[in-house]
């Protein structure tokens, strides 16, 4: 009896035991901005029924949430989406001469233990270099963000905010672009996300600034990818063991003999090499939220 009774126990906790090692491997992550919903602009009409807050100027070029498909709005933007309009939403054009500085943007809760938050959106604008432009920015919620008419000054991180951290800007592009990046949070915190536009009432193109399918991931952890023995196109699946090219949700590991070549723009966390890193003709440029540790015998050309 006693010899069955330990081999009955066995029976229990072995399954038991493979379902703790296994959840011991998983990833926890929340969905906080979902670009089927909220993100997409997809609840509603307003900014209100997709629970972001607006704020316009007296300018007129307004952020409005509308179905317009003008200028680089097909594929993958679709349904209602967010884009500065002069005429309502019915396009996303702008009136060049008209300044205009305004605001969208949401609190989230940093969840605990994911203090990764890991943002991806589909945005359109042309603008005016270092003028007329998208702006996004994280913020405490003891910020409130202010439209107005008066031009802060030239420059992607020039803003008439204050107390706020500058995470990118976007303009100079007429079709559609994908934007992706990570903001680090501290878990029990609220973070306010807020999207700008700011263009100086003289010169600039459209199409104005028009975002959809934001997304908006909280993670506890970021896998790290590392490139091939032989490296290779950093745009190239085939240069990443496991064949996914890297983005802002990962830490990077080139190893000794490996030689990648930046042929993207580049966003990712940690970026640690000890092969080779360089780039080809095309200046792209290379955001790394977290460090760069190049060690002794590797090459960052």
């Known amino acids: 009896m006693t010899i069955h009774y330990k081999k009955t126990i066995s029976r229990l906790l072995l399954p038991l035991l493979f379902v703790l090692l296994g959840l011991t ?55 209602n989406k967010a884009y500065i309009s002069n005429d309502a939403g019915v396009s996303n054009g702008y009136n060049n001469g008209s300044i205009s500085v305004n605001y969208f943007y949401r609190d989230v809760v940093v969840p605990a233990g994911q203090p990764y938050l890991v943002y991806s959106f589909n945005w359109v604008c042309n603008g005016e270099s270092g003028w007329d432009m998208i702006q996004v920015f994280a913020a405490p919620t003891s910020v409130t963000p202010t439209a107005t008419t008066t031009y802060p000054g030239s420059g992607v991180t020039t803003t008439n905010l204050t107390g706020v951290t500058f995470i990118n800007s976007f303009h100079l592009q007429t079709t559609a672009q994908t934007a992706s990046g990570m903001i680090v949070g501290v878990p029990g915190s609220t973070v306010r996300i807020i999207i700008g536009w700011k ?97 002794s015998g590797a090459r960052f050309l």
Do not use: E, R, Y
Request: hydrophobic share 40%.
């Open 25 to 79: 491997g998983l990833k926890a992550q929340t969905t906080l901005i979902n670009p089927a919903g909220d993100g997409g602009f997809n609840n509603g009409s307003t900014f209100a029924s997709n629970g972001w807050t607006v704020v316009n100027s007296a300018g007129a070029n307004q952020w409005v949430v509308g179905s317009s498909t003008t200028t680089a709005m097909g594929a993958p933007f679709s349904g």
């Open 199 to 295: 263009n100086d009432g003289s010169g600039g193109t459209a199409p104005a600034g028009s975002i959809d399918n934001i997304s908006l991931i909280a993670t506890s952890s970021l896998t790290t990818i590392s490139a091939t023995a032989n490296g290779g196109l950093w745009s190239n699946a085939a240069t990443w063991v496991g064949g996914v090219v890297p983005t802002a949700a990962n830490n990077v590991s080139i190893p000794s003999g490996s030689v990648v070549t930046v042929d993207q723009v580049v966003n990712v966390n940690d970026l640690t090499n000890n092969g080779i890193i360089q780039w080809n003709g095309t200046a792209n440029a290379m955001t790394l939220t977290g460090s760069l540790i190049n060690n």
